[in-house]
């Protein structure tokens, strides 16, 4: 296979980071992983959305357009933990449509990040791992991140319907849909397995998509593709 770039997109607790290591290892591709656990802002966001929403956003935004300038000039097939597109499209603009990131800071981050766009090529493939909410509390929990318990439901759900928007209008490459509320990828290697086979054939096979503008892929639909779930 030649040299890759492919992103794993989802909300919060999806399971996305996790699919994004196992995969890395599966495959031999090279991770980049969302940063979290060095992020400055982070708990003081969750504490206080309105506060901290620019400063968060703007560091996640820098973070990711460097990560991927490192990619598109790298050699190595890589995997990607959340993209930068997410970044803006989804968790800065949900926070300037509640109101939690004011209309003047929301310009200036809007239009960096428009600037930043125009100077990288997108993800050969974007996988997005579809995942109730339900399900995404029950990920949130069992991982056990302190900063992460008190993520208040409507905020989890508004980013899960902002998901389903951007992901219906994403027009800059392949998009493949994993419908993981049935899947465990780090208990059942069978999951795994089916997964990276659809991962693999999609980046190999064009056909395998249909024509972006009226349709997409999806793993764990009832399509000729077959189902993931079990």
Avoid: C
């Avoid at 993209?83 to 004011?102: C, Q, W």
């Avoid at 100077?119 to 991140?145: E, Q, T």
């Avoid at 780090?186 to 395998?208: F, M, N």
């Amino acid at each position: 296979m030649a040299r890759v770039f492919v992103a794993i997109a989802g909300n919060i607790g999806s399971g996305k980071t996790t699919l994004t290591k196992l995969l890395s290892e599966r495959f031999g591709w090279e991770p980049y992983y969302e940063s979290v656990q060095d992020n400055p802002y982070l708990a003081d966001f969750y504490q206080d959305m309105k506060r901290w929403a620019y400063q968060l956003q703007s560091y996640f935004l820098t973070r990711r357009f460097a990560d991927h300038e490192r990619i598109l000039s790298g050699q190595n097939s890589v995997i990607q933990d959340r993209t930068i597109y997410e970044d803006a499209e989804i968790f800065a603009r949900n926070l300037y449509e509640t109101g939690k990131m004011d209309e003047r800071d929301w310009s200036v981050y809007s239009l960096l990040a428009e600037v930043m766009f125009r100077h990288l090529a997108p993800p050969d493939l974007l996988v997005y791992v579809r995942r109730s909410v339900p399900k995404l509390l029950a990920r949130i929990k069992k991982r056990g991140r302190a900063y992460e318990q008190g993520i208040p439901l409507d905020y989890l759900t508004r980013l899960n319907q902002m998901y389903e928007r951007w992901i219906a209008g994403y027009r800059r490459g392949r998009v493949f849909i994993v419908e993981s509320d049935k899947l465990d990828f780090l208990e059942k290697p069978e999951h795994l397995q089916t997964v990276a086979e659809k991962i693999a054939g999609a980046l190999a096979q064009g056909d395998l998509f249909f024509d972006q503008a009226s349709s997409r892929a999806s793993l764990g639909t009832r399509e000729a593709r077959g189902q993931a779930s079990g």
